[in-house]
């Protein structure tokens, strides 16, 4: 196995993000995402009911249920849905258009 660069290496480090921040952000985006399940959320924030479906057949594709749950159970459409909403805003371009 082939050591990364130095290039690889910084690139890695200055776009990591801390443990810290990582469970910070789990925790209120698993908050977020029981509270709109205990509320019935069904509609979308951004997101068209077209491109829900594209994005839980896709998602369902790249991560599939096996013995453990999948992309679908985990509620991954709901997920990039309510961060388009919010913190990634600016990206909702890419994920409409490519």
């Known amino acids: 196995m082939k050591a990364p660069s130095f290039f690889q290496l910084r690139y ?6 801390s443990r810290r921040d990582w469970m910070l952000a789990s925790l209120c ?3 977020l995402l029981a509270a709109r399940a205990a509320h019935g ?3 979308f924030a951004v997101l068209t009911p077209a491109e829900a479906m594209e ?3 896709l998602s369902g ?10 992309a679908e159970q985990a ?5 990039i ?5 919010g913190f990634d805003h600016d990206q909702l ?6």
């Open 12 to 17: 890695t480090y200055a776009n990591a993000v």
């Open 93 to 98: 371009a890419v994920y409409r258009h490519g």
């Open 75 to 79: 509620g991954a459409v709901h997920f």
């Open 41 to 43: 959320a069904s509609s």
């Open 61 to 70: 594709t790249i991560l599939p249920e096996t013995e453990t749950p999948g």
């Open 81 to 85: 849905d309510v961060s388009l909403a």
């Open 55 to 57: 994005i839980v057949a």
């Open 29 to 31: 985006w698993s908050e």
